[in-house]
């Protein structure tokens, strides 16, 4: 069946460097990749997406691209900050239908 | 206010004792959808919803049921709890596509944590 993989698992980086998180999808019908931010004891929350006919999109310190050719979708969030500090899900959704396919998550911890 | 609310937050309960989480959002989205939480796995989809009498499985439907007989509701059914269903539940909705057979962003419920013992 459809699934993601995300990488790394977890991930430290000190106050002010830059983070990168990785999926892989395996269907290749997927159009449409959103990230998700889930603070400690709170429901997730959309930070960005992306739709399988721009290969990049930004807003502020955060930036989501894909490589369609690859399969794969990335997360960059500059100049981190203590608040960064979450665990993110990638997801992939195949067009035609509404089955979102999540990653299985990456705990960032951003050291002041 | 614009918002997914469910209920009950916090429930523990015994094998095999029905129970029903309830879903509700008021922003007249279409789309509607049920996740679980477990440690490790992520969030993978139960059911959603297109829109009313519109139901369809996601990932690990099994022993859940739902129903959406209104727009703003979407209630998640367990007929016969069993523990490997202990597990922190959302709920989503979004407005449904934004172009052909498009998703859209989804709005998070706050969560319903359930123990079956």
């Known amino acids: 069946g459809e699934n993601v993989e995300q990488h790394p698992s977890t991930l430290s980086v000190q106050e002010g460097d830059s983070a990168v998180i990785k999926c892989t999808y395996s269907d290749s019908a997927s159009n449409y990749f959103p990230w998700y931010k889930q603070e400690l004891g709170k429901r997730p929350q959309l930070i960005i997406d992306?739709?399988?006919?721009?290969g990049e999109k930004k807003d502020q310190r955060i930036a989501v691209t894909l490589n369609k050719t690859a399969k794969h979708f990335s997360l960059h969030i500059t100049e981190t900050q203590p608040e960064d500090s979450a665990v993110y899900f990638c997801a992939a959704v195949p067009a035609g239908t509404y089955k979102y396919i999540f990653g299985t998550g990456t705990r960032l911890k951003v050291l002041a | 206010e614009a918002q997914v609310t469910q209920n009950p937050r916090y429930l523990i309960t015994v094998t095999g004792k029905k129970l029903t989480v309830t879903c509700s959002q008021n922003m007249n989205h279409e789309y509607m959808s049920w996740y679980r939480q477990d440690p490790g796995l992520g969030l993978r989809q139960i059911y959603y919803s297109m829109n009313v009498e519109v139901t369809d499985k996601g990932d690990v439907p099994e022993g859940y049921k739902v129903s959406r007989k209104e727009k703003r509701n979407f209630p998640l059914i367990l007929e016969s709890p069993s523990p490997n269903q202990t597990s922190l539940y959302f709920c989503?909705?979004?407005?449904?596509?934004?172009?052909?057979?498009?998703?859209?962003?989804?709005?998070f419920g706050p969560g319903t944590r359930l123990t079956v013992l």
């Open positions: 989503a909705s979004s407005f449904g596509p934004s172009g052909p057979y498009e998703a859209d962003t989804q709005y």
């Open positions: 992306i739709r399988s006919n721009v």
